[in-house]
Structure formats: C-alpha cells, structure tokens
C-alpha cells in the first residue's frame, strides 16, 4: 500500500521548469505545443496515516506561498496528454531519499520501527495538437531515459479525474539468497573458455582467460585454497574480481603492452608506453629540476601531488566517464564529476576540493540524420551531461573554473566527458606527511558514505569495451553529491583529528578495487561482505564486491581508533560500517559470513595478468589538398568562422556552473568589459589569506589525430602550456595530466586498422615524452579510456584519437595576473609567435570541407623561450592583455579581443611574421601554434620591446576606441572592417539556449 | 568595554560557502568565527547561545531537493537536541530574543525565509510568509549584479551602503511575498534592503540585471529590528578587489564590496547592549 501526494503551482505562479520544457520540445522536437505545467508526485509507502500524510505535504514537501497539494487525488485538470516519469526499481531517487529523511524527522518518535520510503515522479501536463505518437516521442526522446526510467502516456479521455493516477512502489523486490556459483576453467578449450569471457561480460582476452585457468590448475594454489573450503574451481567471485582487476580501465593493458613499432623507416620495440614515455619523462624532468622538483606522488595514488607552498600541497586528477553518458548523459556526467572528486579526495590523507574543470566532446547538437540505434541525439546527451556536472560540481560546492567543449561528428556514438578536480591539502597532518599512505596488518577496514546496490555493475568490465547490442543497464549509475557532501565533510575531521591511517575511493570495480589495493600496502586482507550495508536485498556475494555505487570511500583504521572513528560518522549522520581487516597474509580474502567466497594471492591478483603483445604500424596519410580561392569577402568568412562550433561562446553552459564558490576566484572563465570573453586559464586562490594562487588550463586539438597524432599530442600540450603562460603561471611551476581517449588499438576482425591505430598511440606517447621533457611540465597522473567505439550492426564509429592535456600551476602573486580582452584605445597589438601556413586540420580547411596536409608543427626550444620572456614582461606589468590563438588562428584571437574590451583594433597583416603561400586568408586563420595577441602600453614599449628582444614578437596594430576590427591585408588594401558587435553576436548565438 | 564579536558560520548537509563567510567575519573584525557543524549544536556539543553573529552560508542543504532548503528548514524545525530536552528551534528563537544578529546568503535566505525569521512581519519566526523560487529563466546562474541598498532601512548590515557590486549563484532567488499586503507591509517598513538594479542605480526588474524575476527587484530583506537580514547575492565572495570579474581593467580599492556588510555587523556588534 503506498500514497501519492501530488504538489503543483498555484494559478498565478509561474511554473518555470514547465516553460523550459516547453521551450525543449519545440527546439528538440519541433512540435507545436501550448504549454506545459509539471506536478511533482512523492509516492509514500509505510502506511502513514491521513494525519500524517497531510502533515509531511504541508510540510517538507511543498511550499504553502506558492504551491498547492493533493493527497491520493489528482491535481491535473486541463491538458491534451499527461505524462508521467518516474524511476525504475533500484534507480537512485536522490530526491525520494530526502523526502524519506524529511518525513522521519518530521514524525519524530511516532514513526515507531513504520519502515518509510519515497520514491518521486513528475507529471508534465503538455495541451497543445499533438498526436499519442508525438506524446510518446516527447516521453521518450525528450523527458524519460528508458534506461532508468518508466514513463506513462494518458490522454485527457483516458485519465481517471477522480482518483488520478495509480500508486506505483518501483521497489526492488528481490529475496536475499546469497548464492555462490563455481566454474572449473582448468579442463576448458579456448572456445569455451572465451565463450565464459563473454557471456560474463568480463572483458578478458584469451590469454587472459587460460592464465586464470592455469593458476587454478596449479596443484601448490589448490593445495592453499583446500585450507579455506575451497578447490580447483574458480568462483564467481574470484572470476568478476579478476576481471575487475585485471580490465583494461583498471590494468591499462596496452598501455603495458609490448608493442612491436614500425614507421617505414625505422622499428622499434617498446616495452610499456606508460613506463617508456610518460613515467619516463616525468623521471627526466624531476632530474633535471633538481632541488626545484615539485612532485611529490605521481602515478601512485589516485592523483598526482605537487607542492603549492612550503605549507601546501595540491592534488590533481582528470577522468572521463564516457560509455555511461553515452547511455544516460545526466547520471553518467554526475557521476564522472562527483566520482573524480573522490580521487584527490582520495589521495594520501586526502584533500580538501579547489576546483573541477570539464571538457566535453560532442557531435553537433544540430545532428539531423538519422540516428543509429542506442545512440541518443547530440542535442539531448550535450544538455543531459551539461545539468549533470552542473548539478555535481554546484552541490559539491566546488567551483568549475576551466573547460571547453569540442564538437566532431565522430563523437556521435560515443561523446568525450572529461572530468577533473584539484584538490589542497596540508603538507603534514598531525606530524605526518599527507601525501603518502600507509597501512598496517591489523588495520580495520571500513567503508562509508553511500550503500552498495547493483548500480555500476560491470562498469570496468564495460568501459573496456565498446558499446553494443548489450550493453549492461546495470552499468549506468547516478550520483548523489549531498551524500557525498557529508561524507566529505565527516572524513576532513575525522582526517584532521587523526582517526584513520589511510583512504581510498570506490570508482571502477568498487570494494574489489578499493581494497585490493589498499591491501598491497600491508600484504592482503580479510573481508566479510555480508556486513556491507545494501540498498535493498537479493544481491549475490560477486555483486557487492564489484559493484561501483557512488559516494563511498574505504579506510584503514587503527584498530584503537575505530570507536571514536563510527562515534563521529554516528553524530555526522554518515554511514560507516566495519568489512574486516587488512592482514599480511599474501592473500585477497573474501568471506559471506564464516564461508571463503574467494581467496586469491596478492601476487597473482595484482601481476598475474600476462603482457599483451601488440605491432604497430605507421604510414602518414595524405589528403587530398584543398583548391579555394582567398574569398573575397574575408568579413564574412571571419562571421562565419566566429559562428563555428568549436570557436563560439560557450558562456550559456559556463554560467550555469558556479565558477566563485570558496571565494577565491581570480581569473574567471568570463571576462572582459561585458563578463562575457573567453578566458585562456582559470586562477583561483586556494588559501584566502595568502596571494598565491593556483592556475588552471588545458589543451586539446582532436581533429590533428587525422595528420598526425604526434602533431596532435605536441599542439595540446603547447596549448595547456600557452594558455597557462597567458594569464602568468610561474613556468617553472607547472605540471601536467594527460587524458587518452582512443578507439580501439588492438587489430582484431571489428578493427582491421588497429595497427595502425595503435601506432598514433605509440606517437602520441612520443610526443608526450619530447614536449613535456622540452618544457619542463612533468606529468603527475593520468587516465586512458582506450575502447570509444560504437559498433551496432554494420555501423562503427570511432572518436578520433584524442588527448587532453590538463597543467595545474602556480602564480606566486595572482595581483599579477593578466586577462584576454583588450584594456584601452592606444595600446599596441603585437602578435607573439611566427605563423606558417599550417592550415591542416584548421577550423578554415574544416569550413571548406577539407582536412589538408600541413599540419602546425611545435617548436618546443623556440617556444619555451619565448614564453619565458612573456612570462618576464608580464610579471613586469608591462602586458595590459594577452590571448592565445587556438581555433580559427589569429583573426578569431584579435576578434575576441577587441570584442571582450569593448574596444577597436586596427592590424596590418604586413607585419606579421610569417612564412608561407601569401594569402591574406591563410596568415588570418592558420592554427600554428605557440602564439599570443598581446596588448601594451605605449609607454610600456620600449621596456616590453628589450624583454621580448630576439623573440618572433612584432608589433601589428593598434586598440582603436571606434568599436570596429579593421584589419589591412598584405596589399595595404583592408580586407576586414566589422563592427564589434556584429562580430560579438556571431559569436554568441550559436549555442545560446 | 565593547561587546566581543562572536560569529557562528553554521555548516553541514550541504552548505559551501562557510570558509569565505569566516574569511569575512574574521576580516571584519570578529573575535571568534567558528565554523560549527549542524550536528556538534544536535549534540548539545556547541550552543548557539554562545554566540551573537549567526552565518547562515550557501549551498545546497539536502541538495534543495524538495525546493530550496526546504528540507533543511525541515530539519531546523523538528530536530532535537540531543540530551537537553530542547529543539533546535527553540534554541534560534532564543538566540533572536537575546538580540543577536543573523545573516543568511543565498541558500541560508532561503532557509530563513522558509523557516519563517523573514520578513516575520507579525514577529511570528516559524511561519512562513515569502518564498524564494525558480528563477523565471528556469535555470541555476553565477553573474555578478548590481544593487541598491534602501537608506531607510533599519537593516544592520547595510547601513550606510548605496550601490554595490556581488554575484548571485542560484536557481531559485525569484522572491514571492504571500500576498500584497506582506509586500506593501514591508514596503513601508523599509524592509526591503536590497534591490537589484542597473549599473546607474535604478531598480529593474529587466533580465539579466534582474537575474531571476525577483518581485519588485527584490534581493534582500531584513526584518523589523533590521538584526535578521538575507540576500540571494554573495558579499562574501567579494573580500578582495580580484574577485571583481573586471578587476584586470578597472581601479578598485583593495577591499571587496561584500566585506561591508561584515563590517557593519561586527560594528553593530560592538555598540549594542548584549
């Protein structure tokens, strides 16, 4: 028995969720609906008396000003279709949790041992002349996720007007019957034993499959594993955790792999691209730094450390979370950000949360072919994972202060959502250094935060594949940032007051991850998962090990802490529950109660997983070389360019992100005259006493992987680095994270071009090794996500190879900083940087349907110097502006300048250094990289002009205060002369809703 | 002998914006500014009576699920004190009767206004008489603001204010008053302490000046004695002249516009009879 009690607006209230939803569907879907009004519905089961049911609808759930309420009656009355949409079983119902704990508080001791839960739904009242096909494609093309969500059409004919709609308890409706299955592999073919791999979506290759099988025919293993009840068969326990551990998201395989190198010309073998070039250079560069190193914990915790100040450390950690926001844009994106939050938090004693950055890649939300199966329209997966991080970095309290987004239509069957957070934590804590960990045998093993349901189930397994026919429903999960947020909030005090000796996060492969690693610090583990608190019954010992439900971390406690520990969690209202303790026994033990549900050796467990062995092959490709004439018009073309995808503002997702909170903000991601320029960098400071200041930026340049991915790797990371430099990070203060996204390099029958897939990895790797080691920029962690494909059908679609490099620096005085838009009329233009006609793979080529060949390349020793002679004049004062080109080259870069300052620029195109075929096109939107527009005082020149002395730095133009980009090309002739407003608009709209 | 300035910045389920408000109290001048827990005064641990500044932060309290800090008013109104026969709410009304200060920014107006403390035009605390609501564009924004202080006001905290500068960061700051007797009431009253305006000092009710369609341009309000005041904007992220988002192109004095609400507060303070 359960009770609806229905809240809507009062009739002169404006219902402003309902006008957006209005708004959606004519945007989305084009349909010509009249309005639309929402009823919030709170199902209540637990036989709550009329009383009381009245009470908690006056109460809690409505708000007497505005709203109006209706218990087990309907409160729609004039509409054509009502939909409603509701969770399905086992869905996390953030909302139906808060209500529940409002209820019990509200009913105080007469709820008695009454078992209370809540579960939400919404009514849309849509009136307008639509058809039940078209209510049936708002429903499910617009306002429910079939995924998690059930929804309900009812026409105004259809509808009970007296008693309204049916309660309906999504409730999980299992028994508990914890079963443990067993599986011999030791007498299996590979057929069969593949046949396992895949059935069990665990994502293991053959190899891998007859090493599980062959550890348990080893008579020495079996002859252990008798002491605990247990033989040759594998365990489905065993069997998942393995998977979980040895996947490739948790195990980066072919990052490890031996790859067999070959470019034509030369070949080469490389053992480990991850110890070959990426710790391999950071290696390098902490050498070469000497005294000055500042990493502290890189590659070993769940994010890299690196010293702030004497008194400080800070902590960075970029993830992706892009199979799941395939599926469920909004859960997947809320769950990436809240689930990167847990790592800084996390690492060593843990950190207290700075910042998030983001960084999206989509196809174009104006996609119109069709769609193929499973694949959810751009539009809808670019807003779902907008409100997503929205609501994960908002609640978190965390401000978002650095992003982009990036669109490519290959994006379309898998997007890109990139999710970092930065962290700052004291250098000691209680006399002990924060960034290490340690674990003790005898150490208690607790978890806390959110309880264990089958949400995240496989989703390790799952991400290491590409996304199918049967893609697990199961994979998908939603965040909760409040319970998270009081987690957080318990765990920093219980950290400060000494109570625990090390903290990990639940991610990917929850507690079998969590613990399996933190277990390697004291030499294993004992655990009892029928002690895991559930969110409902009926599920198996193999599910609560493996499943990835958010907002938990795991801890090592002193054994004599773990009073005061639970008694602070108690009074906090956080969830900590005591699983067993860490040991030194070499083993992973798992118990459901007396009975060993697994017991696998350390060894095994952590290194058993065999190297795979893989070649690589490089040839360059060529394109066919654009033919276009230099348009006449170059006005309009610059328009055209401003209104780009991968150039306009993207200030309508940027505002709905608080980018302030902690009251430390320096460098926002909008300034200018109006708030409203595209900022390099963001810079906030962390400690509010202090003038230090942390600076955050990012590069990314996706559409390069189609030349050459080295290209692309050298271009993203001088673009971090330059972006940096504009805004003034201390250059010997910067560090570096890199993210890969690939398609799947492995060449396989789905994926003929591996080799060759594989070799724009092995180059990339390279150029990571050749940048970073040039520009001192080390990285401290990082992340790959090596399978976003869709393969549906006779359908692929790969991303193309992209790497986003994040650097996390410092501003010894944020008082210094400088921002992009033009300060005064008078200043002088000078363009910093030489600009070649590389146009391949420009925004310009792109425009003209074309790719090109002559891909910008990066001189890392010219570049580093004239960045630390900027670096120079702007710790001097002497540069009122400075913004780097990127996208659409140097005309977007004065475009964009001119437009935040409010202000004119006049430019001769003579003046540019440059080198190449003479078009006045080409020198406006080549993408070499390395390049600023700067502004100066003229009476700063002559000092500007000695610091930037034998550097590729001319001065091109003026601030004019008339409002209008003129810019004169190589004849003398001006081939621009815009209005800066007109400029402005075009590169507002596009994306403004 | 001056009073001691002793703030509480009241935390947990979901606040934010704590540091930067004990940032502002202890600039201002505070002699204590505790960040207390929600539940160290359940626990009877930390008594509200100990002190007479209350900062009511930003964020989200239960993640405003059922409507902006509906729950948490929820909980401020049924929650006991563990071990001292008393409720939470019992100790609050205390705390006004004894004549303390309390400010609520954003999220913490919101619960003030929830909970009943404003505008509280009859002096009833626990009766809800205003709302704060969805913005009318629907959605969550962070962008800075004007606002004109009322010179009239009894409000405490801006005394002596004309236009100033902060960010709102919200999706529900839309104030609705119950009727248009509450509003003309507060009104005449001078209750209303904060209107959003244009760059020139004018009230408008023009987006985006007007960031959510706030009734009468309302951005703040305080109650009769002027001792309980709130505001959607946030003058605690405005303590220093580089949080201005143009402070790269315009000269500002080196102290935010928000430190003086603090200020006026811990002056308040000072000069009264506690």
Not at chain 1, 812 to 827: G, L, N, Y
Request: with cysteine.
């Amino acid at each position: 028995m359960a009770d609806r009690i229905e809240v809507g607006f009062q009739e002169s209230i404006r219902d402003a969720l309902g006008e957006k939803t209005k708004k959606r569907i004519a945007d989305n879907l084009g349909l010509p609906v009249v309005d639309v009004a929402t009823i919030e519905v709170y199902t209540v089961a637990g036989g709550l008396s009329a009383g009381e049911l009245r009470r908690a609808a006056e109460g809690p759930l409505s708000d007497p000003v505005i709203q109006k309420i209706a218990i087990n009656q309907p409160l729609a009355k004039n509409f054509d279709w009502l939909i409603e949409v509701g969770f399905r079983p086992g869905v996390t119902d953030n909302v139906g949790k808060t209500a529940r704990e409002a209820i019990t508080l509200l009913l105080g001791d007469s709820a008695g041992d009454r078992k209370i839960s809540v579960y939400t739904s919404r009514q849309y009242l849509i009136s307008g002349p639509i058809s039940r096909t078209d209510a049936e494609n708002i429903a499910s093309g617009l306002l429910a996720n079939d995924l998690i969500e059930r929804h309900q059409v009812v026409s105004r004919a259809e509808f009970d007007f007296e008693s309204g709609m049916p309660a309906h308890v999504p409730q999980v409706t299992d028994k508990d019957d914890p079963q443990v299955a067993e599986i011999n592999l030791t007498r299996l073919d590979a057929a069969a034993l593949l046949k396992i791999s895949q059935e069990k979506l665990l994502a293991l290759n053959l190899e891998e499959m007859q090493a599980i099988a062959a550890y348990f025919a080893d008579p020495a293993v079996v002859k252990a594993r008798r002491k605990f009840g247990l033989d040759e068969n594998t365990t489905d326990v065993e069997l998942e955790c393995l998977a979980q551990t040895w996947s490739e998201h948790c195990k980066h395989k072919i990052f490890n792999s031996r790859i067999e190198y070959s470019d034509g010309r030369t070949k080469k073998t490389i053992n480990s691209l991850f110890k070959t070039y990426i710790k391999g250079s950071t290696a390098k560069i902490r050498k070469a730094k000497g005294r000055k190193d500042f990493c502290l914990s890189v590659f070993v915790d769940n994010a890299g450390v690196i010293k702030f100040n004497d008194d400080h450390n800070l902590v960075f950690k970029v993830e992706t979370h892009n199979s799941p926001s395939a599926l469920d844009p909004y859960g997947g994106a809320l769950t990436g950000i809240v689930g990167v939050n847990r790592d800084p938090f996390g690492t060593g004693l843990g950190a207290k949360l700075i910042f998030n950055t983001d960084v999206f890649c989509f196809a174009s939300p104006f996609h119109k072919k069709k769609l193929p199966p499973r694949i959810l329209h751009p539009r809808r997966i670019y807003e779902g994972v907008r409100e997503g991080v929205e609501h994960g970095g908002n609640k978190s309290g965390i401000p978002t202060v650095n992003g982009s987004i990036v669109f490519d239509e290959r994006y379309l069957g898998k997007p890109l959502v990139y999710c970092g957070t930065a962290g700052i934590m004291p250098a000691t804590i209680n006399g002990k250094p924060s960034h290490t960990k340690e674990i003790y045998p005898g150490d208690v093993i607790i978890m806390t935060g959110g309880r264990i349901g089958k949400d995240g189930i496989h989703g390790a397994t799952f991400s290491s594949e590409e996304l199918h026919e049967g893609s697990p429903v199961t994979a998908v999960q939603i965040g909760d940032p409040i319970t998270q947020k009081k987690m957080t909030d318990f765990l920093l005090k219980a950290r400060d007051r000494g109570l625990y000796r090390a903290i990990t996060d639940n991610g990917a492969g929850g507690l079998s991850s969590s613990i399996g690693e933190m277990a390697t610090y004291s030499g294993g583990c004992d655990i009892d998962l029928s002690l895991a608190p559930l969110k409902y019954a009926g599920l198996q010992p193999w599910e609560i090990l493996v499943s990835e439900a958010q907002e938990r971390m795991s801890l090592a406690v002193d054994p004599k802490k773990v009073g005061k520990f639970l008694e602070l969690a108690r009074k906090m209202g956080v969830e900590a529950t005591v699983l067993g303790k860490f040991t030194k026994s070499g083993r992973f033990h798992v118990r459901y109660g007396e009975k060993t549900v697994a017991c696998l050796d350390m060894d095994f467990l952590h290194d058993g997983v065999p190297q795979m062995k893989l070649s690589a092959r490089w040839k360059a490709p060529k394109h066919p070389e654009p033919r276009f004439a230099p348009p006449a018009n170059l006005g309009r073309a610059l328009i055209a360019m401003l209104s780009r995808l991968n150039i306009c503002s993207k200030e309508s997702v940027v505002r709905q992100y608080d980018h302030e909170v902690q009251g430390g903000s320096v460098v926002k991601p909008l300034v200018g005259v109006e708030n409203d320029g595209p900022s390099d960098a963001g810079i906030v400071r962390p400690v509010l006493d202090s003038m230090e200041g942390v600076v955050v930026a990012h590069g990314i340049c996706p559409r390069l992987s189609d030349l050459d991915a080295y290209s692309m790797t050298a271009c993203a990371i001088d673009e971090a680095v330059r972006n940096a430099v504009a805004v003034g990070v201390d250059l010997d203060h910067l560090a570096g994270l890199d993210n890969f996204c690939w398609c799947d390099p492995v060449k396989s029958a789905k994926t003929p071009d591996g080799d060759y897939k594989l070799a724009q990895l092995v180059r990339s790797n390279m150029a990571i090794y050749d940048y970073t080691t040039a520009y001192g920029v080390p990285c401290i962690s990082g992340k790959d996500s090596m399978k976003n494909d869709y393969s549906i059908g006779k359908t692929k679609i790969s991303v193309p190879p992209t790497l986003l490099y994040s650097v996390i620096g410092k501003i010894s005085d944020v008082r210094k900083a400088v921002t992009m838009d033009a300060k005064r009329p008078e200043d002088l233009v000078y363009l910093l940087g030489e600009t070649r006609d590389e146009l391949g793979g420009s925004e310009w080529f792109a425009a003209h349907g074309a790719i090109g060949n002559k891909v910008p390349q990066v001189d890392a020793k010219k570049a580093m110097k004239l960045y630390r002679a900027l670096s120079k004049a702007i710790q001097a004062g002497l540069v009122a502006s400075c913004h780097d080109c990127s996208d659409g080259g140097l005309a977007v870069a004065l475009a964009e300048t001119a437009f935040a300052g409010g202000l004119g620029l006049t430019v001769h195109l003579k003046k540019v250094l440059y080198r190449g075929k003479k078009r006045d096109d080409y020198i406006l939107f080549s993408e070499s990289a390395s390049r600023f527009v700067v502004t100066v005082r003229p009476q700063d020149k002559a000092k500007f002009e000695k610091i930037l002395a034998g550097q590729a730095a001319r001065e091109i133009g003026s601030v004019t205060g008339d409002g209008l980009l003129q810019i004169n090309g190589l004849s003398g002739k001006t081939v621009i002369r815009e209005k800066i407003g007109r400029l402005k608009d075009a590169w507002q709209k596009p994306l403004n809703f | 002998m001056a009073n001691k300035v002793k703030a509480i910045i009241l935390t947990g389920n979901g606040t934010n914006c704590e540091m930067e408000m004990a940032h502002a109290c202890k600039l201002a001048g505070a002699d204590r500014y505790d960040i207390v827990h929600l539940s160290e005064l359940l626990f009877g641990e930390k008594r509200l009576a100990d002190y007479n500044f209350l900062n009511l932060p930003g964020g989200f309290l239960d993640g405003d699920d059922l409507g902006s800090a509906k729950a948490g008013a929820n909980r401020f109104l049924h929650a006991p004190i563990a071990g001292a026969d008393e409720m939470l709410i019992e100790e609050l009304l205390k705390f006004i009767a004894a004549g303390g200060l309390i400010l609520g920014v954003c999220n913490g107006f919101q619960l003030m206004v929830k909970l009943g403390l404003l505008p509280a035009l009859d002096q009833n605390f626990t009766t809800q008489s205003a709302t704060l609501t969805f913005n009318d564009s629907g959605r969550f924004e962070d962008r800075w603001v004007y606002l004109r202080a009322d010179a009239q006001s009894p409000c405490v905290f801006t005394q002596a204010l004309d236009t100033v500068y902060y960010p709102v960061r919200h999706g529900e700051g839309k104030f609705v008053a119950a009727d248009d007797a509450t509003l003309a009431e507060m009104e005449r009253k001078n209750l209303i302490a904060f209107r959003y305006c244009t760059a020139d000092g004018s009230a408008t009710m023009d987006y985006p000046a007007n960031p959510n369609g706030s009734t009468q341009a309302i951005a703040g309000i305080c109650n009769e004695s002027g001792r309980l005041f709130g505001l959607m904007p946030h003058p605690e992220a405005f303590l220093h002249r580089t949080n201005h988002p143009r402070w790269t192109r315009e000269p500002l004095p080196e102290e935010g516009q928000g430190l003086a609400i603090f200020k006026n507060a811990v002056a308040f303070i000072r000069g009264s009879n506690f």
